[in-house]
């Protein structure tokens, strides 16, 4: 007995912990943590290496207030599209109609104000309500029915080209008819100097609007919840999270944005052409927000990464004309650039696997 209860003293002393080898992370793994930590990061270190490039290629001509203005002037449509398929993909989902809606709200917004004479705050919030409307329908048929995203969007691209130009024949309508009818829906395209820089006030909407969605993604919980719900939706069910609801109301808001787009394309356009409607702006988009670092999985990315994607297009796309390149130097490059965006993504993602 003695013996036994002796046993059981030297038992309860011994050593609990178990050996431990820890391995010192290597300089690629602290870098892959780094990246995993801050999506913008990679987009934004290629935005300054092809700036530096075309800088050191054409000197003071790119480096110039006005050439890097210009190009903040010619991506800020497809920024603002790129912030709203941003929302979606941030779901695990994609938005293929988000450009024909945007053309289609245009179209709406300048119909009602120089064919029917309304008064220019009805056409505004009558194009803003089709965008919406046309982003709730995704939404809904995703979130509801459990349809395939991809499916849903190239079904309503569809769907809205056929509406667009069936509602407007096909016309143009000339800048001047628009300007004579109101000046607000040119409101956008007004430019003022900072020094050397010329910035219109599109650009100006795209970069607050950019703030805005930071701050939402970041700092609310209708934010936390598109990441959770795009990161495993079946886990955000579980911890309370409405999904259904959050797929939703991320789409309808992608299409009130695709409306504010909308607007700030007739004031750089001038014009208003339902043509535009087989303008490739979805893929405008979807390469801005993969190239900026957002995941096609979901769950993963920063909004300010979609940002950097939408300004590499258009150094890209400045350098080029600049260097007097084949314009397809730029699809090229393009092309590249989106294979290898996701290939990082891929391995950065390895970090949570």
């Not at 919030?125 to 991809?150: D, H, K």
């Not at 143009?172 to 820089?197: C, N, P």
């Not at 911890?239 to 259904?244: C, E, L, P, Q």
């Not at 004309?321 to 092309?335: I, S």
Request: hydrophobic content about 55%; overall charge neutral.
């Amino acid at each position: 007995m003695t013996a036994t209860q002796d046993f059981e003293k030297v038992a309860a002393q011994a050593e609990t912990t178990v050996a431990q080898f820890e391995e010192k992370p290597s300089a690629l793994m602290r870098l892959q943590h780094f990246l995993h930590g801050n999506p913008a990061m990679v987009p934004l270190i290629v935005l300054v290496a092809l700036v530096i490039f075309f800088g050191i290629a054409r000197g003071e001509r790119f480096f110039s207030a006005y050439t890097l203005t210009l190009i903040m002037q010619q991506v800020a449509v497809v920024g603002i599209l790129a912030a709203a398929q941003t929302l979606v993909v941030l779901t695990a989902g994609i938005d293929l109609a988000i450009g024909v809606i945007m053309v289609f709200a245009f179209v709406i917004m300048g119909n009602m104000v120089v064919s029917h004479g309304m008064p220019v705050i009805v056409a505004l919030l009558a194009g803003f309500a089709v965008a919406g409307f046309f982003g709730f329908v995704n939404g809904f048929l995703v979130a509801r029915l459990r349809l395939p995203p991809f499916i849903v969007t190239l079904g309503t691209w569809n769907v809205v080209m056929a509406i667009c130009l069936i509602y407007s024949a096909n016309e143009t309508m000339r800048e001047a008819d628009v300007t004579a009818a109101t000046q607000w829906l040119h409101i956008f395209g007004i430019s003022f100097k900072i020094g050397g820089a010329v910035v219109t006030l599109g650009v100006v909407a795209m970069l607050l609007l950019y703030v805005a969605l930071w701050y939402m993604l970041n700092y609310t919980a209708f934010g936390r919840h598109i990441y959770a719900v795009g990161d495993d939706p079946e886990s955000a069910e579980l911890a309370g999270i409405r999904s259904r609801k959050v797929l939703i109301a991320t789409y309808t808001l992608a299409g009130l944005i695709a409306g504010l787009a909308a607007w700030v394309s007739i004031g750089r356009n001038g014009s208003i052409s339902p043509s535009t409607v087989t303008t490739d702006f979805n893929l405008q988009a979807i390469t801005a927000v993969v190239i900026g670092g957002i995941s096609l999985f979901g769950g993963r990315g920063s909004i300010l990464g979609t940002l950097f994607g939408a300004l590499i297009v258009g150094v890209m796309s400045m350098g080029l004309n600049m260097l007097n390149a084949d314009p397809q130097w730029k699809v090229l490059l393009t092309g590249v650039l989106i294979i290898g965006a996701v290939a990082v993504d891929q391995w950065i993602r390895k970090v949570s696997g």
